[in-house]
């Protein structure tokens, strides 16, 4: 086997584990709302999030297409030499380039994931490859303007949208329902919860699991597998199916630290706020999956949960969880470059496959270390909708709390 091809089967691998990561990372952004609310017990919510997620998959490429040719520029897209390789780089260089990014992605999950903060898995991915970008190619190899276009601006903008729509829906949905027992409300919105919460979870599907097809289907353009043109028609099955079963698999499994953190711990939610608050994500989700923009599904959950509590009177909204949020969202980009940028000149500095090895083994033991660090306080269905403790702020139940699983 070759050095190429060695370096192109653990890429694969590494992006299936980002999917996978990403899966359990944003299973919050679709069910902590209804599993708070008691809307769908906690094993079902990931259950049915996880077939959601498996079938968006297979709805649309348009974000993957966004990946292939608006963060890096490693290909000529014109002239003689449309579809080479730029000057300068290799197809065992541009390699480098995505792995080290995913690297980056990968460890920023897991690290965001083990405080229990729902951070970006979308941005994690664009940073580490900007990062091993600039690493490798400097300014130059960085699509500034899709970025800008495609990445910043739906960022800036839509976890606003989403709290002002989801505000804008809890006031009238409590207005509409003012005469009401607060019993058929919950009853009755419950319900509405589980469709809301199901549409969520397909449209993290036709959005998140697309760019983990898109890095994949880079790297088999850079070596020649594919053709860049042909992305926008489709992609390969197996890399489709493959990237569809990973983020489920990751669904399935829970992110409970960051279910509970969304579920618990940024607003004291009831039932029609968690319907306006999924209702707000999935409109706002499928509309930027549409036009191929890579949004975080996050960002958009996080702001609509925010807005379904300004948008309730009197609601509790604990503005210390939704600070360390933002500072999360602010150094997910920056944070994830780095390790990027680390981990090309590490592989880089070695050299050929045996460089891709070393970071591939770095990953493997820092991403076994924080899963070590997980369990020792332990989240899971168990204890996920235990009370929050306000003044530790940490998603992690508090030792006196009858509703602690005996693991935690």
Not at 138 to 153: A, D, E, P, S
Not at 236 to 254: D, M, Q, R, S
């Amino acid at each position: 086997m070759t050095a190429e091809m060695i370096i192109l089967v653990l890429l694969i691998v590494t992006a299936l584990g980002f999917d996978f990561t990403n899966g359990f990372h944003d299973t919050g952004n679709a069910m902590a709302t209804s599993i708070a609310t008691g809307a769908l017990k906690p094993k079902v919510a990931v259950g049915l999030s996880a077939i959601l997620n498996l079938v968006g998959a297979f709805l649309s490429v348009e974000v993957a297409a966004t990946i292939t040719k608006d963060v890096l520029k490693i290909q000529n897209t014109s002239g003689e030499g449309a579809g080479t390789l730029v000057e300068g780089l290799d197809a065992n260089k541009a390699l480098i380039i995505i792995f080290a990014g995913l690297i980056g992605a990968i460890l920023w999950n897991l690290f965001t994931w083990l405080f229990g903060l729902p951070s970006s898995s979308s941005h994690a991915l664009f940073g580490g490859l900007i990062g091993s970008g600039l690493a490798a190619i400097g300014t130059t190899g960085i699509n500034w303007h899709g970025i800008l276009g495609k990445i910043i601006v739906p960022a800036l903008f839509a976890p606003v949208i989403a709290c002002v729509v989801a505000a804008v829906g809890t006031l009238l949905i409590y207005a509409i329902t003012n005469g009401m027992s607060e019993l058929k409300k919950e009853r009755g919105f419950r319900r509405g919860q589980i469709a809301s919460a199901s549409l969520v979870s397909l449209a993290h599907g036709t959005g998140d699991a697309q760019k983990t097809m898109g890095v994949i289907a880079l790297a088999l353009i850079a070596t020649g597998h594919l053709d860049a043109a042909s992305v926008a028609h489709g992609l390969p099955f197996w890399v489709v199916f493959a990237c569809a079963g990973a983020i489920a698999l990751g669904t399935w499994l829970g992110g409970w630290r960051i279910i509970r953190t969304l579920g618990k711990g940024l607003v004291e939610i009831k039932a029609p706020q968690g319907m306006a608050a999924e209702a707000s994500s999935a409109a706002i989700i499928l509309t930027s999956s549409v036009a191929g923009m890579a949004l975080s599904t996050t960002h958009v959950a996080t702001g609509s949960i925010l807005g379904s509590g300004l948008g309730k009177k009197g609601a509790e909204v604990r503005w210390g969880v939704a600070g360390r949020m933002a500072i999360a969202w602010v150094t997910t980009l920056p944070a994830a470059a780095i390790v990027g940028a680390l981990c090309f000149w590490l592989a880089h500095l070695i050299g050929g496959a045996p460089g891709a090895i070393v970071i591939f083994a770095i990953l493997a033991a820092l991403s076994g270390y924080m899963y070590w660090r997980a369990q020792q306080q332990k989240i899971d269905a168990s204890n996920v909708n235990a009370e929050w403790d306000a003044e530790a702020e940490t998603p992690v139940p508090t030792s006196g709390d009858p509703t602690t699983s005996t693991q935690a």
